[in-house]
C-alpha cells in the first residue's frame, strides 16, 4: 500500500484546505485511514480516523466541528477538510493506514509523505 497525500499550502487565517491522501494497492473495509499532524518541535498528534468500509470518523476534541474527514471509495482516496484555519493549525499532516481503529501513531502502518499547511495571522 502506499499513500500520497497531497493539497497543502499557505493559507490566511479563517481559511479552509481540503486534504487529500488517495491510497493505491488493496485496502480493506476493517481498515481506517487516519489524519495526524506534527508542527515543529512537537510530537506527531492525531487529528481524525474514518473507516474504509462505513464512513464512521472520529476526531480529536481540538480539531471537532472544523475538521471533517470523508472517503470516496471508488477512488481510494480520502478527504480531510479543514475550515476557520487557525495559525495553531500549521504543521505536516499526514494520512495513515491501519489495520483497525486506532488513534496511535504507532500502530498505523502505512504512511503517506506528508503535506505542509501553513496559516498566517
Known amino acids: 500500500v502506499q499513500l500520497q497525500a497531497s493539497g497543502g499550502g499557505l493559507v490566511q487565517a479563517g481559511g479552509s484546505l481540503r486534504l487529500s491522501c488517495r491510497a493505491s494497492?488493496?485496502?480493506?473495509?476493517?481498515?481506517?485511514m487516519g489524519w495526524f499532524r506534527q508542527a515543529p518541535g512537537k510530537e506527531r498528534e492525531f487529528v481524525g480516523v474514518?473507516?474504509?468500509?462505513?464512513?464512521?470518523?472520529y476526531y480529536a476534541d481540538s480539531v471537532k466541528g472544523r475538521f471533517t474527514i470523508s472517503r470516496d471509495n471508488a477512488k481510494n482516496t480520502v478527504y480531510l477538510q479543514i475550515n476557520s484555519l487557525k495559525p495553531e493549525d500549521t504543521a505536516v499532516y499526514y494520512c495513515?493506514?491501519?489495520?483497525?481503529?486506532?488513534?496511535?501513531?504507532?500502530?498505523?502502518?502505512?504512511w503517506g509523505q506528508g503535506t505542509q499547511v501553513t496559516v498566517s495571522s
Open positions: 474514518i473507516r474504509w468500509g462505513t464512513g464512521r470518523t
Open positions: 495513515a493506514k491501519a489495520p483497525q481503529y486506532t488513534t496511535v501513531p504507532g500502530e498505523y502502518d502505512y
Open positions: 494497492g488493496r485496502t480493506f473495509s476493517s481498515s481506517v
